[in-house]
């Protein structure tokens, strides 16, 4: 879960960065703010799972900070020293309250709280993506959930896709935008099975209508219709000769 840690105390930061590191292998921090202003931008950079946010910080509070992000969709875990938020946490949504100083336990509970909830997430996107595959658009679209939602994309306008860890980069044709979509190069490689894609390198996905030219080497490359250099891995080097003597 790509998480962020909100507090103005130095101590209390590393404390909890220490904390979730050792106990939580399933968080993985992507940002740590001193103060809500660098919050918001870490949150809109980040697009986090999970957020653990003090309360009482100088320029926006915590309260402030969830205030100017009403339409989010991450976890809140409130961490404070004072337990007369807890009403005020409540009405914002938070999904656990932890009082300084944190224990384990409690952060262990909070986290795996947080990770029910972003499993039911995931649970309910997969449906609406295997719905809109099989009877809105069998066939020609894809339904792919990114940071913001769901990205729609037309299978014939996909020129290659590229691994960028948990997550794949779709290229696309007429320059159009690069899509980002939270799903693995080799998930995005099962949706295009047999629909004239090949996986040529272990970052790469090719439509395989797109290539331009094939230019020998020890694996060689790929040039794209739209000028793109795409390697080829030795390993997967015999296959696709042999996939493309059947075009």
């Not at 693995?184 to 040529?200: A, D, I, Q």
Request: one cysteine or more; hydrophobic letters at 40%.
């Amino acid at each position: 879960m790509r998480t962020i840690i909100v507090d103005d105390e130095k101590l209390s930061r590393s404390v909890l960065k220490l904390l979730l590191e050792k106990h939580c292998p399933a968080v993985n921090i992507v940002a740590v703010c001193a103060d809500g202003i660098s919050a918001l931008e870490a949150i809109e950079k980040y697009q986090p799972d999970l957020l653990f946010l003090d309360v009482e910080m100088p320029g926006l509070n915590g309260f402030e900070v969830l205030q100017a992000c009403r339409d989010a969709s991450f976890s809140v875990i409130v961490t404070t020293s004072y337990d007369h938020y807890a009403l005020e946490a409540i009405r914002h949504n938070a999904l656990d309250y932890l009082l300084k100083p944190i224990v384990r336990e409690d952060l262990v509970d909070a986290v795996d709280k947080a990770m029910m909830r972003q499993r039911q997430k995931e649970d309910k996107t997969d449906a609406l993506m295997e719905f809109l595959h099989q009877h809105l658009y069998p066939g020609e679209r894809l339904a792919l959930p990114c940071p913001e939602g769901l990205r729609m994309l037309l299978v014939k306008d996909i020129l290659y896709c590229v691994a960028e860890g948990e997550s794949t980069c779709i290229h696309l044709v007429n320059g159009a935008e690069p899509a980002s979509v939270c799903r693995s190069l080799k998930e995005v490689e099962s949706l295009l099975k047999n629909k004239g894609f090949f996986r040529v390198h272990h970052s790469y996905l090719v439509n395989l209508n797109y290539m331009d030219r094939y230019i020998k080497g020890d694996g060689g490359d790929i040039i794209m219709t739209d000028g793109s250099c795409i390697p080829v891995s030795r390993q997967r080097k015999q296959e696709f000769m042999d996939r493309i003597e059947k075009l």
